[in-house]
């Protein structure tokens, strides 16, 4: 069994994906590891940190339904959760870069622009004791 499905399983609760053959659930989680790969080339992710954030994030979501999961979205966030400047530096860009000029027609400065950022990355990629 790959380092992938064993952290998909253990973050997911251990039984999570037996009733499926193993070399479903490691096809299916490689495939899934590969498009986030191939969304971002420049970002490493090993596999046993992203199958443990896809357990943690698929929640109730039946196994052959993970396909339709944003893999890519899920690899960049992983990469941010371990600190990865160039994926903080793209989820800014995709992501809060839109939301920054609708603040400042809100009245918001540079600076508090910068605090939303701040919550917005804690709450997302840290969150509290239950995780992010």
């Known amino acids: 069994m ?3 499905v064993r952290a998909f399983q253990k ?3 251990g039984a999570r994906g037996s009733a499926h053959p193993t070399g479903d659930l490691a096809a299916l989680l490689g495939a899934l ?3 986030g ?3 971002h080339p420049r970002l490493a992710v090993g596999e046993e940190a992203f199958g443990r954030c896809l357990g943690r994030c698929a929640d109730e979501t039946p196994v052959p339904e993970l396909d339709k999961l944003a ?3 899920l690899y960049l966030a992983c990469a941010c959760m371990r600190g990865d400047a160039r994926a903080l530096a793209e989820l800014r860009e995709r992501y809060f870069a839109p939301l920054e000029a609708k ?3 809100m009245g918001l400065g540079a600076a508090q622009r910068d605090d939303v950022w701040q919550v917005l990355c ?3 990629l840290v969150g509290d004791e239950a995780g992010p």
């Open 122 to 124: 804690q709450r997302l």
């Open 71 to 73: 893999a890519e979205d």
């Open 2 to 4: 790959s380092a992938l």
């Open 33 to 35: 590891y590969a498009r």
């Open 37 to 39: 790969r191939a969304a």
């Open 103 to 105: 603040l400042g027609r």
């Open 11 to 13: 973050a997911a609760g």
